[in-house]
């Protein structure tokens, strides 16, 4: 990744360039209120796709025009934010709340308005294409306008489901929801930006404000909707040991023997698979497909059920997109290293680090089995993605990941991984999601001279979003190619791309390719005190916790806090997660 918000090659060439991006967030907010009214006039004119969407939209439009007043609800409700003026002047703005108003009434028009305040945004930015652009910045433009599309949708279902709710409480699945849709809005935008940013080597542009104004937005809806009181199981979820069942690795019990069977075969009988329900792509004509997009392309739009495409063993050498309307799709391979999707883009080569992705899967309810994503771009290639996910509720289950810098790309959402070997250099498992990592082999690989290999960069940028990287009864060494000269290079667990970072190693093994300080500053003392990196009964020769960094954010957990990160209580993922073993709490 690394760094996505600004232009980085090797490690140590970043900071003039992200120290000027770091100080252009701390921008004066000025009142909105004209500019949103104007957003207000301009947009409810336009039509939005779908029948939730048209719910949605008829929720704020409804809310229109109340009069314009300043309620002790919405002063109350407002301070628990980060930017207290702007939720004011936006609600207000908006059309005014009763001094009775609950805090769902609040939430409604504050994600209201944030629709109202990204349809601008997306106006904009789709103006700025008949200017003079280079390629790369085209680039960054087209993935500014996919981002603001999916920012959309999330919002339109977080007014969904607060607009349905008890005007005092959420349930806790609506809470974990709707925090999860904000948090993936809020990563959209930063996403955007440093697109860019990167695509004009970090310098701003006229642009940046709406984007930084939309975050600020969105940020506020985050903390309002966090300070809304949550009944049911959300802060008190059980673990399989409190289950009678125990902690070992297995199906979660509603798993019938029918779907283990089809979708998860034991090795000697994966020629089962082939039944019906499958397409099947083979690069010699003998499937239903020869590419993977082929089989993607014919399967139903916003499919509730799921369809399995199972890739033959060889080498695709195709770049492949599962876009937000194809959903519950899984790919099943012949196994790591047999069936193998390969691509080359990077950052040098002029694309932006969001569409650097050999695949990128963006549709809910992704699977993946027994496949390699690799991106051969090279150390000196630097950003290039083997793979991006922006999938919620997606899972990947014996599967490899190849590079060198920025090899996964966790973007955003709930996500799981299990038993997956990935290799990089430079921060390789990066970005915002919601992650656990659980039973994997995480290999560093021999970076180019003068470069440090950091296994994260995990990018949280706000205190309320529900996102960061968990890994969990792993495996964190050198690769054989790293493991002669490891010496020579140093080798940190993480590193803060963003203000509020949160990593977490729990019961893993931590070989000596680790630094004795465990963990990387960004720039300076950047972070440091915002963040929240932690490590709970580690073993191995780099699990020492006696010489690891002293930052404030820096924790040795004790067990309530290795909970917090568990499947369980992070992802929510024994309530959705039925294709893939997992283990729920601490082993």
């Known amino acids: 990744m690394g760094g996505v918000n600004i232009s980085h090659g090797e490690l140590n060439d970043r900071e003039e360039l992200h120290a000027r991006s770091k100080g252009s967030k701390r921008i004066l907010v000025t009142p909105l209120a004209s500019a949103l009214m104007v957003g207000a006039v301009i947009f409810l004119a336009v039509g939005v796709e779908g029948h939730d969407n048209e719910r949605a939209k008829d929720v704020r439009t409804n809310r229109l025009g109340r009069g314009k007043s300043t309620s002790n609800a919405v002063n109350d409700g407002c301070s628990s934010t980060l930017h207290p003026e702007l939720c004011v002047s936006s609600l207000c703005s908006f059309g005014g709340l009763s001094s009775e108003a609950g805090p769902m009434e609040i939430v409604n028009d504050a994600v209201s308005v944030d629709i109202l305040a990204v349809e601008k945004a997306k106006a904009s930015c789709q103006a700025l294409a008949s200017r003079e652009f280079t390629p790369r910045q085209l680039g960054a433009l087209q993935d500014c306008i996919q981002l603001f599309d999916l920012t959309l949708s999330d919002l339109e279902k977080s007014l969904l489901n607060v607009s349905n709710s008890n005007s005092n409480f959420l349930a806790w699945r609506q809470a974990f929801d709707v925090e999860t849709w904000l948090s993936a809005a ?277 205190p309320n979003q529900n996102t960061g990287i968990s890994i969990q009864n792993c495996n964190v060494s050198a690769a054989p190619d790293l493991v002669a000269v490891k010496s020579s290079f140093e080798t940190y667990l993480g590193r803060p791309w963003r203000e509020y970072s949160r990593t977490v190693y729990i019961n893993s093994f931590i070989d000596d390719v680790v630094h004795p300080r465990g963990w990387l500053e960004w720039l300076g003392n950047q972070s440091l005190s915002t963040l929240y990196y932690g490590e709970y009964m580690n073993w191995g020769a780099g699990a020492g916790t006696a010489a690891r960094v002293q930052w404030p954010g820096y924790h040795i957990m004790n067990i309530s806090d290795a909970l917090n990160f568990t499947v369980a209580n992070f992802i929510s993922a024994d309530t959705w997660l039925n294709t893939v073993p997992f283990t729920s709490g601490l082993a």
Not at 211 to 235: E, Q
Not at 265 to 293: E, H, K, M, P, R
Not at 420 to 440: E, H, L, P, R, W
Request: proline residues 2%.
């Open 186 to 462: 809020l990563t959209n935008q930063a996403t955007c930006l440093e697109g860019f940013q990167e695509a004009s080597g970090g310098r701003q542009i006229s642009f940046s404000s709406n984007l930084r104004n939309v975050s600020r937005l969105l940020s506020n809806s985050l903390a309002l909707v966090k300070n809304i009181s949550v009944v049911g199981r959300h802060h008190n979820r059980r673990l399989l040991s409190e289950e009678g069942r125990s902690n070992r690795e297995e199906f979660p019990s509603w798993l019938s023997s029918a779907d283990r069977r089809r979708l998860l075969q034991d090795d000697t009988s994966d020629n089962a698979i082939l039944a019906d329900s499958v397409l099947t792509v083979a690069q010699d004509g003998t499937g239903n497909y020869t590419t993977i997009n082929e089989a993607i392309g014919t399967v139903p739009n916003n499919s509730l059920d799921r369809y399995v495409i199972y890739v033959t063993e060889g080498v695709y050498e195709e770049y492949v997109e599962i876009p937000s309307y194809k959903t519950n799709i899984m790919l099943l391979g012949d196994g790591i290293n047999a069936t193998v999707i390969t691509g080359n883009r990077s950052v040098v080569d002029g694309w932006t680090t969001f569409h650097s992705a050999t695949v990128a899967v963006v549709g809910a309810g992704f699977l993946a089995r027994d496949i390699t994503f690799e991106n051969t771009a090279g150390p000196d290639k630097h950003q290039a993605v083997a793979l991006r996910v922006g999938s919620d509720l997606s899972a990947f289950y014996r599967c490899s990941f190849l590079g060198y810098q920025d090899t996964l790309y966790v973007h955003s959402f709930r996500q799981f991984y299990r038993e997956c070997d990935i290799y990089g250099t430079v921060d390789f498992i990066f970005g915002n999601a919601a992650v656990v990592f659980q039973s994997c082999n995480l290999l560093a690989r021999k970076p180019m001279a003068n470069q440090q290999n950091t296994f994260t960069a995990q990018g949280r940028s706000d």
